[in-house]
C-alpha cells in the first residue's frame, strides 16, 4: 500500500505559478510511474502529466504543454508538477497518482491505469 500526500496548493492570479508536491509513503518510489490529475466542479477527471518510472519520459495534456512541469525526486520520494502561466480554467482540485504497471505510452493518460492515490490539492485561479 502506498500513501500519497499533495502540498501546495493556494488562490494565485491569473499568470502566476504554483508548484505542487506528493510525497510517498514507499521505499520503492523509483518503480511507479507518476501521474497529475485534475477535476474541476461539474467537469470529469482529467489527465495533466505523467512521468515514466524508469526513463523518466514525461507526457503532458494538450491544455498544459509548455506552461507546467512535471519532475520527480527519487531520493525525496516526491513527484512535483510545476505550474507556470496559469489561467482561471486551471482551477480544480489536483490529485497525484502512482501506477505499477504501465508498460504502454498511451496508458498514461488513463486514471484507471492508476493503482494509488492522493487526497489532492485544491488551486484556484484567480483572473
Known amino acids: 500500500q502506498v500513501q500519497l500526500v499533495e502540498s501546495g496548493g493556494g488562490l494565485v492570479q491569473a499568470g502566476g505559478s504554483l508548484r505542487l508536491s506528493c510525497a510517498a509513503s514507499?521505499?520503492?518510489?523509483?518503480?511507479?510511474?507518476l501521474g497529475w490529475f485534475r477535476h474541476a466542479p461539474g467537469k470529469e477527471r482529467e489527465f495533466v502529466a505523467a512521468i515514466a518510472r524508469h526513463s523518466g519520459a514525461t507526457y503532458y495534456a494538450d491544455s498544459v504543454k509548455g506552461r507546467f512541469t512535471i519532475s520527480r525526486d527519487n531520493a525525496r520520494n516526491t513527484v512535483y508538477l510545476q505550474m507556470n502561466s496559469l489561467k482561471p480554467e486551471d482551477t480544480a482540485d489536483y490529485y497525484c497518482a502512482a501506477a505499477t504497471g504501465i508498460t504502454n505510452s498511451d496508458s498514461y493518460y488513463y486514471s484507471h491505469r492508476y493503482d494509488y492515490w492522493g487526497q489532492g490539492t485544491q488551486v484556484t485561479v484567480s483572473s
Open positions: 514507499t521505499y520503492t518510489f523509483s518503480t511507479y510511474a
